[in-house]
């Protein structure tokens, strides 16, 4: 095996979400009087933390979105998970692969603690976890692109960055898993390769990322 640990991002490699919540998001800073299309969401905020949300908004626009704005975005975000997440295709098998193989895992995701376990939770996922194995954002100081969370991550689960490899979907995961010292597998199920080109590899079916690993 060429690692002691795989870090998973959550959003778009482990659930399904990506959809849901960029969907979500443009309709509601749309509504707000900042015009988002989905394709919008997806180029500036998939894979980042919250607070890019609100940078981007204040850069572009000179107005700071309500107080209420996470709270309302997650609320509204939370009711459609529970009625429409689904896991990604084959990743439980994955999983449990890893796990009859002895290789650590664990999930390092730009979304909140809430956010993670109620999608692991929705999915079946959280028991492949547990609390030890989760790690979001609000632990560190900075979000992806810095790297700041995966070197949280692998320090958490005591291994050093140079042994660990990072499964992303998005190019700000990729920017800060390199930035961590760590090899990186883009997943393109739903991100044109050529956004993750900087990834060590690329591949499209979680049934595929295993031999990855050899």
Do not use: W
Not at 20 to 32: C, D, F, K, Q, R
Not at 52 to 75: C, I, K, N, W, Y
Not at 116 to 121: D, G, P, Q, S, Y
């Amino acid at each position: 095996m060429r690692y002691d640990l795989v870090i998973f991002d959550n959003d778009g490699v482990l659930v399904d979400s990506e959809p849901i919540s960029n969907s979500i998001l443009a309709g509601y800073l749309t509504e707000l009087g900042h015009p988002t299309t989905y394709e919008d969401s997806l180029r500036d905020y998939m894979g980042a933390a919250m607070h890019r949300v609100h940078d981007l908004v204040m850069e572009r626009s000179g107005q700071r979105l309500p107080e209420d704005f996470d709270a309302t975005f997650h609320a509204k975000v939370f009711d459609a998970f529970r009625r429409e997440l689904r896991p990604v295709i084959a990743v439980a098998e994955v999983l449990a692969k890893l796990a009859a193989d002895n290789v650590p895992y664990c999930v390092a995701s730009s979304g909140s603690h809430e956010r993670i376990r109620v999608a692991l939770h929705k999915t079946g996922l959280y028991e492949r976890f547990g609390e030890d194995r989760i790690f979001s954002s609000q632990d560190v100081g900075r979000g992806k692109p810095a790297p700041d969370l995966f070197l949280h991550a692998a320090a958490a689960m005591g291994v050093p960055a140079h042994r660990c490899v990072v499964v992303e979907d998005s190019p700000l995961g990729v920017q800060a898993a390199r930035a961590a010292g760590m090899d990186v597998y883009g997943f393109t199920a739903m991100t044109a390769p050529a956004k993750l080109a900087t990834a060590t590899a690329l591949f499209s079916d979680m049934r595929e990322f295993p031999q990855l690993l050899t």
